[in-house]
């Protein structure tokens, strides 16, 4: 069932189910932005011409 549908009824374990989930999903979230951003930062920097992590 989904909560658009007329027959949802929230009770407590709905609260708490789609607490936990909602929850969850906002930390993997979180997580996932900060990586893609975190690389795009990197490899804007790298193609900068920085070459301080080179060791040749």
Known sequence: MFPFAFEWIWDM?????HGGLWYALSIIGAGMTYC???AA????IQE???HEDEHH
């Not at 374990?13 to 189910?17: A, I, T």
């Not at 930062?41 to 804007?44: E, F, G, I």
């Open 13 to 17: 374990g709905h609260y708490v189910f």
């Open 36 to 38: 893609i951003g975190k």
């Open 41 to 44: 930062y990197d490899t804007l």
């Open 48 to 50: 900068k011409g920085s």
